[in-house]
């Protein structure tokens, strides 16, 4: 039967019509949802640069060539203990309103937030120079450009990102989330070259092993790597600004998007990390290679495995060192203005923390020597910020509803205590000379 324009009429059943309108309005609620998470994403991301940043290079290049798969496991719980810790954080500035560091301000008394202050800028000052020698040794392995010069450059453009955040943290989350995603790729086409034995890379992240004194000092290496102080203070910050609804279900709702967050960063920091180690053991351990310096694994790559490996290798240390120097500046005034409110302008701030990078390339010191010990001392400053968010997280009349259920403090102590002793063993070891 045909219409007055000749067009023949479509017969809909009731039953059609139905599922058409169900359907219809399952996509536009799909299509609500995924809008509403995308306006939470983004804190996690910035976060999970700190997790791929040079120390990890160094830490992860060294265990693969010298342990072969070995290690991987440390990754896979570093990295769960990251994902814990950094949604407890996001949780603690989402339930009072403000930042780790201020919350320590109103709970503890200013002369053990003088200390607090003190071994959170060795943390942060660890952990820039951790950053600008990875952007630095970056330049210096792609141009070629002489290390000095290098440092100054990195300084340049580390400065000309900070800047950008005068146009909103939303700006810096893409600027990063973009060079995490460089990163990413990068050590895909590693992971694709290198052709690891994948049987190996399961049994080793599933079953632990400490073949040696050194397998310890690396392991530790690796965690103070992987699970960073700076960024747990900083996580606690970067919430803030989605802290729009200060009700008791809003409050509950940002914690669901933001562990959406927490879960979809984290994992991506992990498979690069894993991929680190895999690369490293996959092409240095399995042609006999023990690997010292930076310049060593990039050199080597590229008669093991093509200029492509090695241009990949040092785009992703340069990317990582930009993008962690910024969040390395965004910690530390996070870190100054809370504890003691004291506020030191960027700028300044960058001056200071740069130096020690500078004179260790002026004096000719290994780079990655000094990003493995950088990555160990980190690793000792981490129960202090792990210890703080326990301490008030599990204060109903300062978290609300958010208040840390029993387990949750469990699990919060039992992390701290691994940490710890950990490092009581590497101190024995190192103090012994076994290491």
Same mark, same amino acid.
């Given at each position: 039967m045909k219409n007055?324009?000749?067009?023949?009429?479509?017969?809909?059943?009731?039953?059609?019509?139905?599922?058409?309108?169900?359907?219809?309005?399952? *996509? &536009?609620?799909?299509?609500?949802? @995924?809008?509403?998470?995308?306006?939470?994403?983004?804190?996690?991301?910035?976060?999970?640069?700190a997790y791929i940043d040079p120390g990890n290079f160094a830490t992860n290049i060294s265990g693969g060539s010298k342990f072969n798969y070995v290690l991987i496991w440390v990754i896979l719980w570093s990295n769960l203990m990251a994902m814990f810790l950094q949604t407890m954080s996001a949780k603690l500035g989402i339930a009072t309103g403000h930042n780790l560091p201020e919350m320590c301000a109103k709970v503890f008394p200013k002369s053990v937030n003088w200390i607090f202050w003190i071994i959170a800028e060795i943390g942060a000052m660890a952990t820039d120079l951790a950053e600008f020698l990875g952007g630095t040794l970056g330049l210096y392995l792609l141009f070629h450009i002489p290390m000095i010069y290098a440092g100054l450059l990195t300084a340049i453009i580390t400065f000309i990102i900070c800047y950008m955040e005068k146009y909103g943290q939303k700006t810096i989350e893409i600027i990063i989330s973009i060079l995490v995603a460089v990163i990413s790729i990068a050590y895909t086409i590693e992971l694709f070259l290198a052709k690891p034995d994948w049987m190996e890379v399961g049994i080793h992240t599933l079953i632990p092993m400490l073949p040696?004194?050194?397998?310890? @000092?690396?392991?530790?290496?690796?965690?103070?790597?992987?699970?960073?102080?700076?960024? *747990?203070?900083?996580?606690?910050? &970067?919430?803030?600004s989605r802290n729009t609804d200060s009700s008791d279900e809003g409050k509950s709702r940002h914690l669901r998007m933001e562990k959406i967050d927490v879960a979809l960063a984290m994992n991506i920091a992990f498979i690069v990390n894993a991929a680190m180690v895999v690369v490293s053991a996959g092409v240095f351990y399995r042609n006999g290679m023990v690997v010292e310096t930076m310049e060593q694994a990039h050199t080597s790559l590229k008669p093991l495995l093509g200029s492509l490996s090695s241009g990949a290798f040092g785009i992703a240390l340069l990317a990582s060192g930009l993008s962690s120097s910024v969040?390395?500046?965004?910690?530390?005034?996070?870190?100054?203005?809370?504890?003691?409110? @004291?506020?030191?302008?960027?700028?300044?701030?960058? @001056? *200071?923390?740069?130096l020690p990078a500078l004179i260790i390339i002026a004096l000719g010191i290994n780079p990655m020597n000094v990003l493995i010990l950088s990555?160990?001392?980190l690793s000792f400053i981490l129960p202090f910020p792990i210890i703080q968010m326990l301490t008030i997280s599990k204060r109903k009349d300062l978290m609300g509803v958010l208040v840390n259920k029993g387990f949750v403090r469990f699990f919060g102590v039992l992390i701290a205590t691994s940490i710890i002793i950990l490092n009581v063993v590497l101190l024995y070891l190192t103090f012994t000379g076994k290491s």
């Open positions: 007055e324009l000749g067009l023949r009429d479509i017969d809909v059943s009731p039953e059609k019509l139905f599922i058409l309108k169900t359907g219809t309005n399952n *996509i &536009l609620k799909q299509s609500r949802k @995924l809008k509403e998470l995308l306006k939470f994403l983004g804190p996690a991301f910035v976060v999970s640069v040696s004194s050194e397998a310890v @000092l690396i392991a530790v290496g690796m965690l103070g790597a992987t699970v960073m102080p700076h960024v *747990i203070y900083l996580h606690s910050q &970067l919430v803030q969040v390395g500046t965004m910690a530390g005034q996070t870190i100054m203005e809370g504890f003691v409110n @004291l506020s030191i302008p960027i700028n300044i701030r960058r @001056l *200071i923390t740069m990555q160990v001392a």
